[in-house]
Structure formats: structure tokens, C-alpha cells
């Protein structure tokens, strides 16, 4: 494997460790917020509020950017986010009330949004099509990097401090991007032919192999007289399989955010605390957990090429039910009965399982097979409202969540969780198409041109 292509995705990938940060910061300060020596203590509803409105924002700047990425490309809009998320950062530096952490919560969120639909479609672009499902799920491991560090720092740490590091790591991230190139697709989309060469000549090296220039040219030259915003997506559902590809899109979405993986990382501590287990404090269990998911995702990177898509996704699904079913159960016997120590295993067990199902599959291969299927003309737009859409329903789930688990019971917001997604394996089973290897050109002629061979 050519270490080129796989430095420039790792460079690439170190804005989403930012956007991991941002969405890990809620596991360990909500709880000192809420602490009762807080200099601003904050309400479980204000918590609900501090974690939903995260995806919110994010929501919004995957709308931006069907707007952004393929006006000034995949690479200037990643190097644009910098100005939003030290902002966000600046806030939560500066901020001494719940209204400052809202408004950069949301801040933070659009500018993971815009990085994370940019930043998927740049890793996938510049990645070969025998190893783009694992550099695609390097891009999100970074997410979980950013999680294990957010925890990490923010267990031992202040507020003031958090923002600190993570300041340092959003501008390291900026000075090492601005010197890589664009994704010679988008260069070619451009007419930009020169620099399209030279791009890939310095993912590939000199011996650039013929056929995949030949590849590239064939995905972008199918492109639309008119191929606007939304004029290409009008263009794609005229096509024989286009609704089919939108379709994929919005389901896949839809059952990612179902898994519940925002809970998980969100509220990962507070949920600790609930399980009553004295041995170790809640914050190193959180780290713990953390862990298991970053080692557990590599399991992903490592099987996403060689069993595919759809298999890792099915086993993830299963794991999501029943261990959210088992902590369903957990809780409904704590809440119906005085002593539950002997049973705080079940809890832990059920955790780490869930964490590790999410890992397996349902934290990147939606976001993967999403950034595929979609022809080049209409990638952006498709793609962005996908993650829109994704990050819409995660912010429903999550505020939804937090309201049944803390006002009602705890058992039935995860019964909840586990109910929502028995709908799902079936659509994985019988419907979600397989891309394992396969490149743009051959996804295009399988799902939206519908050739048969």
C-alpha cells in the first residue's frame, strides 16, 4: 500500500479528532457541571439540551455545505471550518453562562458538519477502490481518537483547560492540511486536468496506473449540462436507479442515528453513574469504554474490505438490540427493587458490548457506503443531505432519550433504543446493495444506470 495516499488521508482525517472532542466534551463535563460546587451549574434538561444541540448545529452545517464543498472543494472548505470551531472553542474558553455553551455547541456542531461531509468525501476520493472502505473508517476512527482524548483530558482537567488542548489540535491539524492537494476528481470536475494529474501522481507516485486515471475521467465525464445544486439531483432521480440510491441514502442514515452511538458517547458517564458500581470512579470507567471502542473499531477497518459493508453492519444491528435490550432489563429490575449490586456486571458487560457493536459497524460503514453510491455530479448535494438528515434524526433520538431516561425511567429509553432498530435488519438484509471494492464507475453502473453483466 502506497504510504503517500495513507498519510495524506491520516492529515486529512485530524479535523474529524477535533470534531471528536466536541462531541465527547459533554461525557465528562456534564457531570461537573451539574456538580453542586459548579460555578454554573446546569439542570438535566440544560444537560439534554448541551448534547442535542450539538447535532443540531452539525445538522445545519451539512446543509452549508452541499453549498461549500463543491463551490470552493473538498479541501478549502475543510481548511474554512478552522474560523467556526476555534470560535466554538473561544466560547466555551470565554463563556459564563448555559446560553454561551449553546450558542457554541452549535457553532461546533456546523463546523463538524461541513468537516465531516467534506472530509468523507476527500478520504474516500483520493483512496483506491481495494482499500477505500478502510481509509473511509480511518476518517471516523479519528471521531473516536477525539472521544478517548475529550475523556481523558476532560476527567482530569477544567473546562478552560479542555479548550486548550483542543484549540492546539484543531490548529496543528490547519498548518499540516493547507500543503496537500485536492482530490483529483474534483480537479477533473474543474477541467482542471493539469492539476488533477499532478494530484494524483502525488497520492499514487510517477507510476500511475493508466486504468484508474482512465476510471476517474469515466465517473466525471457522465456529469449533466446542468449540474447545479439541485438541478442534479432532479437530474438523478431520472435515472433508472437514482430514487433507488437516494433511498439507500436516507435509510442508512436513519438507521445510524437509531443505533444510538450519540447516547453512547455523550452520555457515557452519566449512565455509569446509574449502574451504582463503587470499584472504580465513573470517569475511568468512561475512558475504559473508550478504549474498547477505539480497539474494537480497528476490527472494522481491518474486515470492512474483506467481508463487506453489509455483513459488518448486520452484526453491529444485533449487538445494538440485544445490549440495549439487556440494559433495558438492567435498569427495569433497578428501578423495581432496592439491591441490584450483584447484577452491575450485566450493566458493565452490556456496555462494552454495545460500544463494541456500534465499533463493528454502525459508527462508519453507513457513512462509507453513503459517500459511494451517489454519482460524482451529484455527490455533494446527495451526501450533505444525507448527513443533514442523519444528524437531524440523531438530534431528535438523543433529546428524546434524554427526556424519557430522565424523567421517566432509564429502562425504557433503552428499550426505546432497541425497539427502533428491530425494523432495521431486514431492510440490511434484503435491500442495502454491496460495494465492497468496487469502484465509483462500476457503483454508478450497478445502482443509479441499472447495467446488468
Same mark, same amino acid.
Given at each position: 500500500?502506497?504510504?503517500?495516499?495513507?498519510?495524506?488521508?491520516?492529515?486529512?482525517?485530524?479535523?474529524?479528532?477535533?470534531?471528536?472532542?466536541?462531541?465527547?466534551?459533554?461525557?465528562?463535563?456534564?457531570?461537573?457541571?451539574?456538580?453542586?460546587?459548579?460555578?454554573?451549574?446546569?439542570?438535566?434538561?440544560?444537560?439534554?439540551?448541551?448534547?442535542?444541540?450539538?447535532?443540531?448545529?452539525?445538522?445545519?452545517?451539512?446543509?452549508?455545505?452541499?453549498?461549500?464543498?463543491?463551490?470552493?472543494?473538498?479541501?478549502?472548505?475543510?481548511?474554512?471550518?478552522?474560523?467556526?470551531?476555534?470560535?466554538?472553542?473561544?466560547?466555551?474558553?470565554?463563556?459564563?453562562?448555559?446560553?454561551? #455553551?449553546?450558542?457554541?455547541?452549535?457553532? @461546533?456542531? $456546523?463546523?463538524?458538519?461541513? +468537516? &465531516?461531509?467534506? %472530509?468523507? !468525501?476527500?478520504?474516500?476520493?483520493?483512496?483506491?477502490?481495494?482499500?477505500?472502505?478502510?481509509?473511509?473508517?480511518?476518517?471516523?476512527?479519528?471521531?473516536?481518537?477525539?472521544?478517548?482524548?475529550?475523556?481523558?483530558?476532560?476527567?482530569?482537567?477544567?473546562?478552560?483547560?479542555?479548550?486548550?488542548?483542543?484549540?492546539?489540535?484543531?490548529?496543528?491539524?490547519?498548518?499540516?492540511?493547507?500543503?496537500?492537494?485536492?482530490?483529483?476528481?474534483? #480537479?477533473?470536475?474543474?477541467?482542471?486536468? @493539469?492539476? $488533477?494529474?499532478?494530484?494524483? +501522481? &502525488?497520492?499514487? %507516485?510517477? !507510476?500511475?496506473?493508466?486504468?484508474?486515471?482512465?476510471?476517474?475521467?469515466?465517473?466525471?465525464?457522465?456529469?449533466?449540462?446542468?449540474?447545479?445544486?439541485?438541478?442534479?439531483?432532479?437530474?438523478?432521480?431520472?435515472?433508472?436507479?437514482?430514487?433507488?440510491?437516494?433511498?439507500?441514502?436516507?435509510?442508512?442514515?436513519?438507521?445510524?442515528?437509531?443505533?444510538?452511538?450519540?447516547?453512547?458517547?455523550?452520555?457515557?458517564?452519566?449512565?455509569?453513574?446509574?449502574?451504582?458500581?463503587?470499584?472504580?470512579?465513573?470517569?475511568?470507567?468512561? +475512558?475504559?469504554?473508550?478504549?474498547?471502542?477505539?480497539?474494537?473499531?480497528?476490527?472494522?477497518?481491518?474486515?470492512?474490505?474483506?467481508?463487506?459493508?453489509?455483513?459488518?453492519?448486520?452484526?453491529?444491528?444485533?449487538?445494538?438490540?440485544?445490549?440495549?435490550?439487556?440494559?433495558?432489563?438492567?435498569?427495569?429490575?433497578?428501578?423495581?427493587?432496592?439491591?441490584?449490586?450483584?447484577?452491575?456486571?450485566?450493566?458493565?458487560?452490556?456496555?462494552?458490548?454495545?460500544?463494541?457493536?456500534?465499533?463493528?459497524?454502525?459508527?462508519?460503514?453507513?457513512?462509507?457506503?453513503?459517500?459511494? +453510491?451517489?454519482?460524482?455530479?451529484?455527490?455533494?448535494?446527495?451526501?450533505?443531505?444525507?448527513?443533514?438528515?442523519?444528524?437531524?434524526?440523531?438530534?431528535?433520538?438523543?433529546?428524546?432519550?434524554?427526556?424519557?431516561?430522565?424523567?421517566?425511567?432509564?429502562?425504557?429509553?433503552?428499550?426505546?433504543?432497541?425497539?427502533?432498530?428491530?425494523?432495521?435488519?431486514?431492510?440490511?438484509?434484503?435491500?442495502?446493495?454491496?460495494?465492497?471494492?468496487?469502484?465509483?464507475?462500476?457503483?454508478?453502473?450497478?445502482?443509479?444506470?441499472?447495467?446488468?453483466?
Amino acid at each position: 500500500m502506497n504510504a503517500k495516499f495513507c498519510a495524506v488521508a491520516f492529515i486529512a482525517s485530524l479535523a474529524h479528532l477535533t470534531v471528536g472532542m466536541l462531541l465527547g466534551w459533554t461525557s465528562p463535563m456534564i457531570p461537573k457541571l451539574m456538580a453542586e460546587d459548579s460555578t454554573l451549574r446546569i439542570t438535566k434538561d440544560e444537560a439534554s439540551w448541551m448534547v442535542s444541540l450539538f447535532k443540531f448545529g452539525m445538522a445545519f452545517g451539512c446543509f452549508i455545505s452541499i453549498f461549500v464543498v463543491d463551490l470552493a472543494g473538498r479541501k478549502l472548505a475543510i481548511l474554512a471550518t478552522i474560523f467556526p470551531t476555534l470560535c466554538s472553542w473561544f466560547l466555551t474558553l470565554l463563556g459564563r453562562s448555559i446560553l454561551t #455553551l449553546y450558542l457554541a455547541r452549535v457553532v @461546533g456542531g $456546523a463546523a463538524s458538519g461541513i +468537516i &465531516f461531509t467534506a %472530509g468523507s !468525501m476527500y478520504v474516500t476520493e483520493i483512496a483506491p477502490p481495494h482499500v477505500r472502505g478502510a481509509l473511509g473508517s480511518c476518517f471516523v476512527l479519528m471521531d473516536y481518537c477525539g472521544n478517548l482524548l475529550g475523556y481523558v483530558v476532560g476527567s482530569f482537567t477544567s473546562m478552560e483547560e479542555y479548550s486548550y488542548v483542543a484549540i492546539s489540535v484543531s490548529t496543528v491539524q490547519f498548518l499540516l492540511f493547507v500543503w496537500l492537494p485536492e482530490t483529483p476528481y474534483y #480537479l477533473l470536475r474543474r477541467k482542471r486536468y @493539469g492539476a $488533477a494529474m499532478d494530484s494524483l +501522481i &502525488f497520492l499514487r %507516485g510517477p !507510476m500511475v496506473s493508466a486504468e484508474e486515471m482512465d476510471s476517474i475521467i469515466r465517473s466525471v465525464e457522465c456529469e449533466p449540462e446542468n449540474s447545479g445544486v439541485f438541478s442534479s439531483v432532479l437530474h438523478l432521480i431520472t435515472q433508472p436507479g437514482g430514487k433507488e440510491s437516494l433511498l439507500i441514502g436516507v435509510c442508512i442514515m436513519t438507521i445510524q442515528a437509531f443505533s444510538g452511538s450519540i447516547i453512547l458517547i455523550g452520555y457515557a458517564q452519566t449512565i455509569f453513574e446509574y449502574i451504582h458500581d463503587d470499584h472504580l470512579p465513573v470517569s475511568y470507567f468512561s +475512558i475504559v469504554l473508550m478504549w474498547i471502542h477505539l480497539l474494537s473499531y480497528l476490527l472494522c477497518i481491518g474486515h470492512v474490505d474483506r467481508l463487506g459493508r453489509r455483513p459488518l453492519m448486520i452484526i453491529s444491528i444485533v449487538g445494538v438490540i440485544t445490549c440495549s435490550f439487556i440494559l433495558g432489563v438492567y435498569f427495569c429490575i433497578q428501578e423495581n427493587r432496592i439491591e441490584v449490586g450483584s447484577l452491575g456486571w450485566m450493566a458493565l458487560v452490556a456496555m462494552v458490548f454495545y460500544a463494541t457493536s456500534i465499533s463493528l459497524g454502525l459508527g462508519s460503514v453507513p457513512f462509507i457506503v453513503t459517500n459511494e +453510491i451517489f454519482p460524482m455530479y451529484a455527490k455533494t448535494t446527495c451526501v450533505g443531505l444525507c448527513f443533514c438528515w442523519n444528524s437531524v434524526w440523531s438530534f431528535v433520538m438523543v433529546y428524546v432519550w434524554s427526556v424519557v431516561a430522565f424523567q421517566r425511567s432509564m429502562y425504557a429509553a433503552f428499550w426505546l433504543v432497541s425497539g427502533l432498530n428491530i425494523f432495521s435488519i431486514l431492510y440490511l438484509i434484503f435491500y442495502l446493495p454491496e460495494t465492497r471494492k468496487l469502484s465509483f464507475v462500476r457503483i454508478q453502473e450497478k445502482i443509479v444506470s441499472k447495467t446488468r453483466y
